[in-house]
């Protein structure tokens, strides 16, 4: 497996919560994240900007977005 380079990752994050201590770490942040039942803000980016920014990391808010609700 190749090393994370976390600076590198940090500076590529689309997360705009930019004082979470686990920005650049995604492993850490993924293991967060589905242990709340949520996804992580880099999968709401890829939707759109809104949507990454309504901080709304819930899988029933992905689902709706996904399906156009």
Same mark, same amino acid.
């Given at each position: 497996? &190749?090393?994370?380079?976390?600076?590198? /990752?940090? @500076?590529? !994050?689309? #997360? &705009?919560?930019?004082?979470?201590?686990? /920005?650049? @770490?995604? !492993?850490? #942040?993924?293991?967060?994240?589905?242990?709340?039942?949520?996804?992580?803000?880099?999968?709401?980016?890829?939707?759109?900007?809104?949507?990454?920014?309504?901080?709304?990391?819930?899988?029933?808010?992905?689902?709706?977005?996904?399906?156009?609700?």
């Amino acid at each position: 497996m &190749t090393e994370c380079n976390q600076e590198q /990752l940090k @500076k590529k !994050c689309p #997360c &705009t919560y930019s004082s979470c201590s686990r /920005l650049g @770490k995604c !492993c850490e #942040c993924i293991e967060y994240h589905l242990k709340m039942r949520e996804l992580p803000g880099c999968v709401f980016a890829k939707i759109s900007k809104e949507a990454e920014s309504s901080y709304n990391r819930s899988f029933e808010y992905f689902a709706n977005l996904v399906l156009g609700k």
